[in-house]
């Protein structure tokens, strides 16, 4: 496979921005569950 190392880089540059974002925004978001009373993720996946 003849991948360029700045197309790596970059891939690894994106999917660790998206996991900090991630990161980020679920825990903003745990707060707000927290107070309508949703304990985790499970309790979460239980409403569908």
Known sequence: M???VSD???MSLRKF???LR???LHK???RFSRQAGY????DIFKLQ
């Open 2 to 4: 003849n991948v360029r």
């Open 22 to 24: 991630f990161k980020h």
């Open 28 to 30: 903003k978001t745990v």
């Open 17 to 19: 921005f998206t996991l």
């Open 8 to 10: 790596i880089v970059r």
């Open 39 to 42: 304990i985790s993720e499970t």
